[in-house]
């Protein structure tokens, strides 16, 4: 069965530096379509960015030139490298894969409609 499990998050202030990683297993990374999304409390779940079945990354405007998301296809993991981190990007943060083909944002609809999650982990960023 597919599993994404999740690391990294936790604290830092504004201007810092986080990683994430998710690894998954029981299915063909490379074939699936994977991506990060949060959700910070009282507001909707947003996708953050995606690498997407035309193997293009896709940012949201809010975090561009600052995340950078990446994927090891020899160790199943994705990542999401968090620079210069500011109070906003305080959320819980998901791992997500889908097998249906996709592109750009179109991603998120098909990751949260038919696609698998990980158990989240939170980041939190200080002012």
């Known amino acids: 069965q597919v599993q994404l499990v999740q690391s990294g998050g936790g604290s830092v202030q504004a201007g810092g530096s986080l990683r994430l990683s998710c690894v998954g297993s029981?299915?063909?990374?490379?074939?699936?379509?994977m991506g990060w999304l949060r959700q910070a409390p009282g507001k909707e779940r947003e996708g953050v960015a995606n690498?997407?079945?035309?193997?293009?990354?896709n940012y949201a405007d809010s975090v561009k030139g600052r995340f950078t998301i990446s994927q090891d296809n020899a160790k199943n993991t994705l990542y999401l490298q968090m620079n210069s981190l500011e109070p906003e990007d305080t959320a819980m943060y998901y791992c997500?894969?889908?097998?249906?083909?996709?592109?750009?944002?179109?991603?998120?609809?098909?990751?949260?409609?038919?696609?698998?999650w990980g158990q989240g982990t939170q980041v939190t960023v200080s002012s």
């Open positions: 997500a894969a889908t097998p249906g083909y996709c592109s750009a944002t179109y991603c998120y609809t098909l990751m949260t409609s038919m696609g698998y």
């Open positions: 690498i997407d079945s035309n193997g293009r990354e």
């Open positions: 029981g299915y063909t990374f490379s074939k699936y379509s």
